[in-house]
């Protein structure tokens, strides 16, 4: 058992730049993968790019469901992890893929059978309908690959081995073009699909990454997972990682949600500003592609170190990975303003939707760093398990400025599609900065190692005026 954990600790490293650059390059070719479907896709019309971002955005609210198990499952195990304590991780692990596979089939069985009731209850453009009930259906039978791959990925990453998730992204990558290609353009002998086959491929390319990422997942800790694990419960870990997990969930959820009702507001305005916020998600995605890396690096890093005892290690990450990811987004928004129209060429040709596009650009210089700054704080409050403080900021701000705000100024005002953009901005700074606040008071921290030591913890900790965002970790 010795030899089997040094083995699992020299495999798996815990640096912030060893965790961070494959989830990094796992991000990023995710992200080309879905401006791939969205390129392709536009070949065939701009009503199928917004069937597919509005039902995208639907998957995404549904995923928080399994998100919520997933997550506070990967914060715990990188604890356990932290502190030794293998076998614990372990049963965590199964516990919750298990409940996430259960969850995903449920979500499954539902899309599958009714995908216009759905498309409808979304708001769905009347003559979007069509097009809509194939894609729900098709691609949304497939969250339970989504759901499953979601427990793998996380609890591998939580382990220390950010590479494998990375290379499973490479194949399935490659894959999904490849069926794209053959799908749209009846290519390699495909029969021509259009819309539905990119619903087909979709699917299989889940289907395959849960399969990949599930043959990982079984040789991931000291003793292999076995069938005969599927029946593993334990009670108590179980209402642990619920404790952990419901307000990452909900949070989740919320922003999902909430996104989800922003685009109704944009189908709302017509069919053009939908598909040009669709098209500007995507290119602003590579904005915080690293600094959402730094941010999901870091969550892990000072999961472990908290499970380790090493409280002003974990203290100081979070400022030392804000300072990265700043920098880092702000450069990527420069470059995506100065090279943004060329970019928005790529997928559409309507000069309408181009110069909505490019009405937005300068304003994504303004959001990304907020964007940075939620990202980076709340990933260390959800590592130490303090994650209610970033639910009750996301249900306030994400549904009275970003929502809300947008409703008012977006639509009753009629400012439209800027007006709602810079809502959105707002929400980032406002939960950003309570964060921020949240982090330096260390809450959890003290009271971890005011239990572990039975002593006041001024003797390990750096008082508050000592420590800021110049702090870094050797």
Not at 68 to 93: C, D, F, N
Not at 417 to 442: H, K, N, P, S
Not at 461 to 470: I, K, Q, R, T
Request: aromatic fraction near 10%; include cysteine; charged fraction near 15%.
């Amino acid at each position: 058992m010795k030899n089997a954990s040094k083995r699992l600790t020299k495999r798996n490293s815990f640096s912030l730049w060893s965790l961070s650059w494959p989830i990094f390059i796992e991000l990023l070719l995710a992200t080309l993968l879905g401006t791939v479907d969205t390129l392709m896709v536009s070949k065939v019309s701009d009503d199928a790019v917004a069937v597919v971002g509005f039902s995208n955005q639907l998957f995404n609210a549904l995923a928080a469901l399994f998100i919520t198990i997933s997550s506070g499952a990967g914060i715990l195990v990188a604890q356990r992890l932290g502190s030794k304590r293998s076998e614990e991780a372990r049963t965590i692990a199964i516990i919750s893929a298990r409940v996430c596979g259960g969850i995903g089939l449920a979500l499954s069985v539902t899309l599958l059978f009714a995908p216009e009731a759905i498309a409808r209850l979304i708001q769905m453009p009347e003559h979007l309908l069509p097009m809509s009930r194939t894609y729900i259906s098709v691609a949304g039978s497939g969250l339970i690959s989504m759901a499953l791959t979601s427990a793998f990925s996380t609890v591998i990453r939580s382990t220390g081995n950010t590479r494998g998730p990375m290379l499973t992204v490479v194949g399935i990558n490659i894959l999904h073009v490849a069926l794209n290609y053959g799908f749209i353009f009846g290519a390699f002998g495909f029969p021509q699909l259009g819309l539905t086959g990119v619903s087909i491929s979709t699917l299989v390319s889940r289907t395959t990454a849960m399969l990949i990422l599930g043959f990982m997942f079984i040789h991931s800790f000291e003793r292999k997972v076995g069938i005969a694990d599927i029946r593993l419960h334990d009670r108590k870990l179980f209402k642990e990682v619920l404790r952990i997990g419901w307000p990452l969930g909900v949070n989740a959820s919320c922003w999902m949600v909430s996104q989800l009702v922003i685009f109704t507001f944009l189908a709302m305005l017509g069919a053009k500003e939908l598909a040009a916020r669709t098209y500007l998600n995507t290119l602003e995605s590579f904005c915080f592609l690293l600094g959402y890396a730094i941010a999901l690096g870091v969550q892990i890093q000072i999961a472990h170190l908290f499970g380790a005892r090493k409280w002003k290690e974990a203290y100081r990450s979070a400022y030392k990975a804000l300072c990265i990811g700043l920098a880092v987004v702000t450069v990527n928004a420069l470059l995506l303003l100065l090279l943004g129209k060329w970019f928005l060429g790529w997928f559409t040709k309507d000069p309408e939707i181009i110069a909505m596009g490019i009405s937005l650009l300068a304003l994504n210089l303004v959001l990304q760093p907020g964007k940075m700054l939620n990202m980076g704080f709340n990933a260390g409050l959800n590592a130490v398990g303090d994650t209610r403080f970033p639910m009750i900021t996301s249900l306030l701000s994400m549904w009275f400025v970003a929502v809300g705000f947008s409703y008012w100024f977006g639509l009753h005002l009629g400012w439209g599609l800027v007006a709602i953009y810079c809502c959105m901005i707002a929400d980032e700074y406002v939960r950003g900065t309570l964060a921020f606040f949240r982090w330096r008071q260390r809450k959890l921290l003290r009271r971890a190692e005011t239990e572990s030591l039975g002593s006041t913890p001024s003797a390990k900790l750096p008082a508050a005026d000592s420590a800021g965002p110049s702090v870094s970790v050797v």
